[in-house]
């Protein structure tokens, strides 16, 4: 079976960085300082493309998401040019309850405040529905050329 790529880095964001990042529920251009970052780092692991149909927005979604991979149809689009997924929780577990980020492939629940978290757009996860004010900052990139992880 392919080993397929999955990166956790802890303390990506500060939480001043995260709470500028969380005010408001848009989309964000990757030449942003922050979302410029995120890229920087995943780029050092695989090979991204940041033009279109690549995209990153912050999210906020108290229903969820149902089990799912990002290289395939999702409620009801079509999204299979996303080759790599990452996310970074903008607001504090003691924001809202519920909202995991679980993967079908790992035995733990992800509340990834200020964490980055990279993988394959292919590994299946949800999110779990939450209460609150859960926002997240959501990125999908197309590749840029073949597949690859280190």
Request: net charge neutral.
């Amino acid at each position: 079976m392919e080993k397929l790529f999955f990166e956790q880095n802890f303390n990506f964001f500060t939480p001043e960085e995260s709470a500028t990042l969380s005010k408001d529920v848009c989309y964000y251009n990757f030449n942003h300082n922050l979302v410029n970052r995120v890229c920087v780092e995943l780029k050092k692991h695989v090979s991204i493309s940041l033009k279109p149909p690549s995209y990153c927005r912050v999210e906020y979604r108290p229903e969820g998401h149902p089990w799912h991979d990002d290289s395939k149809n999702i409620h009801g689009g079509f999204r299979g040019w996303c080759q790599y997924s990452a996310s970074i929780l903008l607001t504090p577990k003691t924001c809202f309850s519920g909202g995991e980020l679980v993967f079908k492939h790992r035995d733990e629940l992800f509340f990834h405040y200020c964490d980055l978290v990279m993988w394959d757009a292919r590994y299946v996860h949800r999110v779990a529905p939450s209460h609150g004010n859960r926002r997240s900052l959501i990125l999908f990139f197309e590749g840029d050329g073949a597949r690859s992880h280190g």
